[in-house]
């Protein structure tokens, strides 16, 4: 699921004024889990390992999904 969404973005180009230009992306995403879901800091805790794997995608070049 991931992967074909940041393939998609990748692909499309863009126009703006006679302009062409491309997008490039990258994702960190995480699931959620029991303990996450009924427990107190819970989103907290989604929330931080979604951005830790976002910065880890960033790092890794264009175009990545990391999961977190």
């Known amino acids: 699921l991931e992967e074909p969404l940041v393939l998609r973005v990748a692909v499309t180009p863009g126009e703006i004024e006679e302009v062409q230009f491309s997008i490039t992306g990258s994702l ?13 800091g819970g989103l907290d805790r989604m929330i931080q390992r979604a951005d830790e794997a976002s910065y880890r995608a960033k790092r890794a070049g264009r175009n990545r999904v990391e999961m977190g």
């Open 28 to 40: 960190g995403v995480t699931r959620a889990t029991q303990f996450d879901i009924f427990n107190e």
